[in-house]
Structure formats: structure tokens, C-alpha cells
């Protein structure tokens, strides 16, 4: 392969890379706890627990219903787990409405909350983009 098809690959992968970065959202993301049925979104419907409930952030009107995140964890909010972070990102499906006065902006199933930081934490500072 020659140096300048070789060089374009290069630019072609870190514009891509870029791109992806800039479109993540942050915001933050808490868990809850099973049971995970009734959602608001599908009722007595089991969706798993790769789940999460939307805050107003995301929500729209229910229209979040079904949409899919990849989120990651990129830091601490408090002082109690200064590095709560494992070096993962977790898709959820959204279905559920965490309500007014959410604590974040995705509230996370204990699976998926567990699957990229430490319980322990409780909130998380997260990136967080549509899939």
C-alpha cells in the first residue's frame, strides 16, 4: 500500500474518531433497583436489564421510548469513590421515565450502572450518545 493511501487512511480514521467524540453528550447517571417492571414505556414488558429510564433531559414527550445509548462513565461527582470508573461503555435501551427531580440524566439499571463503574458511587459523571 503506498505512503499516501496510507496517509489517507490515517486522516479518514481520526476524522471519524473525532466525530464520534463530538456528538457524546455528558451529563450524569444514577441506577435503580429491580423490579424493572411496570416501565412507562412498554408496561409488564421484560426488556432485560440492559435498561435505563430517561430524566427530562432525553425524555420528550415518551418519545426516548426505545431509543438505544451507548454511555460511559468519565468521572466522579463526590468524594466518596474518587475513580468509580471501569474502562467499558454499556448500550441501554431506554424504557422507562425517571421523573422531576431525577438525579440524573440517565438513570441506569444496577447492571448497567455496575457494568461501568463502581456501585459504590452512586452517581456517575457520564458521555452518552444515540446509537
Known amino acids: 500500500m503506498g505512503l499516501g493511501i496510507r496517509a489517507l487512511i490515517m486522516v ?3 476524522i471519524f ?3 464520534s467524540v463530538a456528538n457524546a453528550a455528558e451529563g450524569t447517571a444514577t ?3 429491580p423490579p424493572y417492571v411496570p416501565s412507562s414505556c412498554y408496561g409488564f414488558q421484560d426488556d432485560g436489564v440492559m435498561i435505563a429510564a430517561a430524566s ?3 425524555w420528550e414527550n415518551r418519545a426516548a421510548c426505545g431509543r438505544s445509548y451507548s454511555v460511559r ?3 466522579a461527582t463526590n468524594q466518596g469513590v474518587p475513580q468509580p ?3 467499558t461503555s ?3 435501551k431506554i ?3 425517571c421523573p422531576p427531580g431525577c438525579q440524573g440524566t440517565i438513570d441506569l439499571s444496577q447492571e448497567a450502572f455496575s457494568a461501568i463503574a463502581n456501585p459504590d458511587a452512586g452517581k456517575i459523571k457520564i458521555e452518552y450518545t444515540q446509537v
Open 56 to 58: 427530562d433531559v432525553i
Open 90 to 92: 454499556v448500550v441501554v
Open 17 to 19: 474518531t473525532l466525530t
Open 73 to 75: 462513565c468519565i468521572g
Open 95 to 97: 424504557v422507562d421515565y
Open 12 to 14: 479518514s480514521m481520526t
Open 31 to 33: 441506577f435503580y433497583t
Open 85 to 87: 470508573c471501569k474502562d
